[in-house]
């Protein structure tokens, strides 16, 4: 089992940056693809980005491409996702996400989920 635990949201200004952080229980996090999704009221879960394994691959919804970066640390565990440039529209919950597979990660096909955070961004 893998415990995901976030952290770091709260209310931005438009403008604005915050970084999430996600730390993880697993024996073995390095071997995990990991991601981070939102979902605003009303809609769907969608994925904001996502990186590998390795820590080669990175992808990014165009929504939040050039704004946000998504990194790891696997001596601590922990991914994170730091978020400048904020819009009203990044308004949501933002999961931490694990799968074996980095393109499960990206089809939203996770294994472990975190209870996530919420991230409100004032106009």
């Known amino acids: 089992q893998v415990q995901l635990v976030e952290s770091g949201g709260g209310l931005v200004q438009a403008g604005g940056s915050l970084r999430l952080s996600c730390a993880a229980s697993?024996?073995?996090?390095?071997?995990?693809?990991l991601g981070w999704f939102r979902q605003a009221p009303g809609k769907e879960r969608d994925l904001a980005a996502a990186?590998?394994?390795?820590?080669?691959?990175?992808y990014y919804a165009d929504s939040v491409k050039g704004r946000f970066t998504i990194s790891r640390d696997n001596a601590k565990k922990e991914v994170y996702l730091q978020m400048n440039s904020l819009k009203p529209e990044d308004t949501a919950v933002y999961y931490c996400?694990?799968?074996?597979?980095?393109?499960?990660?990206?089809?939203?096909?996770?294994?472990?989920w975190g209870q996530g955070t919420q991230v409100t961004v004032s106009s």
């Open positions: 996400a694990a799968a074996n597979f980095y393109s499960d990660v990206k089809k939203g096909r996770n294994d472990y």
């Open positions: 697993a024996r073995t996090f390095s071997n995990y693809a």
């Open positions: 990186i590998s394994y390795s820590d080669c691959s990175t």
